[in-house]
C-alpha cells in the first residue's frame, strides 16, 4: 500500500499527516511504529490523520509514535490546523473534533497558530508535585535547574510508579526564571522518552506556575528544547478557562511511503 503523507513541526514536535477523509486507511499498530520509526520510515513523534466530521471542520485522530491512539496533543493539534488550511477547509479560523472534545483555533500569521486547549478545572498536589489533566494527563515537578536533570530517568520513574503506572502520565520538570518566562522540559508516555516539547505538558507548566505565583490571569513565555510557545488563559469559578497555546506550526515536506 502507497501512503501520500505530509510531515509538519511545531515547536520541536514533529508529525506525519495523513489526509484520511476518504476513509481509505486503516493502519495496525505496527503500521503506525513504521511510519513514525526515524530509521525505516518517515520519523516522526506521533501520526495524525485528519477525518471528516459531521460537527465541526474536521476530526482529530492521533497516535504516538508506539502505535497506540493517544489523548490530545497540543503542538499536533496547532499543526493539524496549519495542514487543514493547506488542504483548503478552512481559513483563518477553524473548530475540529478530538479526543478529549471540540478545540477552536486561529492561524494569525505565516502559520502561527493560536489553539483552544481544554478547561482545567482540578489541579491535584502529589506531595511536592502537582497533577492535572490538560487533554493529557501530566505531573509538574519544580526544578531549580532543567538542565541538571536527567529527564530519561527521573521521567521513567514517576511515569512507571504507583499510582501511573498502569495508564502512563506525561512527566514535565519545570524551571521558574521570572513571572512571565519559564522552561519545561518533558518525558512524554508513548514516545517513552524526551521529547523537543509537548503542548499539553506546557500547557500544564504554565497553569502550575499561575499558582506558584498566584495569578488568576496569566500570560507566560514557555522555552522548550524545540521553541518558544505562548500560553494564556484566566481561573474563574475554580476552573481554567480561555486556555490557549499558540506557536508556529511548520510544513516540512510531503511524499509518499510505501507500507
Known sequence: MKVPFFKYQGAGNDFVMIDNRSQQYQFSTQQIQQLCDRHFGIGSDGLILLENSSTADFKMIYFNSDGRESTMCGNGGRCIVAFAKYLSLITRTTTFEAI???????????????????????????????VLNTGSPHYVKVVENVN????????????????????????????????????????????????????TG????????????????????VSTKGGTLQVDFELKNNIYQNVFLSGNAEYVFNGEIKI
Do not use: W
Not at 506546557?202 to 513565555?221: G, R
Open 100 to 130: 478529549d472534545g471540540m478545540h477552536y483555533a486561529e492561524v494569525i500569521k505565516d502559520n502561527y497558530i493560536r489553539l483552544q486547549m481544554k478547561d482545567v478545572s482540578s489541579v491535584e498536589r502529589y506531595n511536592n508535585d502537582f
Open 148 to 199: 541538571t536533570i536527567n529527564v530519561y530517568e527521573e521521567g521513567r520513574k514517576i511515569r512507571y510508579s504507583e499510582p501511573f503506572k498502569a495508564q502512563g502520565i506525561n512527566v514535565n520538570f519545570l524551571q521558574i526564571v521570572d513571572e512571565n518566562t519559564i522552561i519545561v522540559r518533558t518525558y512524554e508516555r508513548g514516545v517513552e522518552n524526551e521529547t523537543l516539547s509537548c503542548g
Open 202 to 221: 506546557v500547557t500544564a507548566s504554565a497553569i502550575v506556575a499561575s499558582i506558584l505565583f498566584n495569578k488568576p490571569k496569566y500570560s507566560v513565555s
